[in-house]
């Protein structure tokens, strides 16, 4: 693994543990070359995905993008890291075993929305302001509204 401050190929392994839900292995090691240390995750990939965009344009599947869109969600919110990592690693495995390695954006942006749900409700409104392209005050009212009149969520699209 190579070093991230000073690019050394030769870095050393100083403790292994698995993460809380048995998910990733947490690896910290050490640089002799600058004597930094950082932390690694080592996590089981069943296969390649690839998203295709609305556009039709396809990308590799990147869980960090993932992880980062909801964490911007939750932003300054009272949501446990632990409890982004689970949701996270829930998306990757359902997405995972599908058997696709082709998945449609929606999907994903789909799941995202059915997790914040159930995790933060004003998360949740801030990913679907976004997914949802959002332009004017009506929108968040309209969905907000949904949020009220329908515990699903804002789906119904009247």
């Known amino acids: 693994m ?8 030769e870095t050393q392994v100083k403790d292994s543990r698995p993460t809380e839900d048995n998910s990733a292995i ?7 070359a600058c004597g930094s240390r950082f932390t690694t995750f080592e996590r089981v990939q069943l296969r390649e995905l690839t998203v295709v965009k609305r556009g039709g344009q396809r990308v590799p599947f990147d869980r960090d993008k993932l992880h980062r869109s909801i964490l911007v969600a939750c932003r300054k919110r009272p949501v446990d890291p632990e409890r982004v990592e689970r949701m996270v690693n829930g998306i990757v495995r359902r997405l995972e075993s599908l058997g696709e ?3 449609p954006s929606e999907m994903v942006g789909e799941m995202v929305m059915e997790g914040l749900a159930n995790l933060d409700p004003v998360a ?9 392209n959002f332009r004017e005050a009506k929108d968040f009212e309209k969905f907000i509204g949904g949020l009220v009149g329908n515990p699903e969520g804002g789906k119904n699209d009247d």
């Not at 190579?2 to 190929?9: Q, S, V, W």
């Not at 947490?26 to 002799?32: A, E, G, Q, S």
């Open 124 to 132: 949740y409104v801030r990913f679907a302001s976004v997914y949802r």
């Open 101 to 103: 390695s082709e998945i």
């Open 2 to 9: 190579r070093c991230p401050f000073c690019g050394n190929d």
């Open 26 to 32: 947490r690896r910290r090691r050490f640089c002799p």
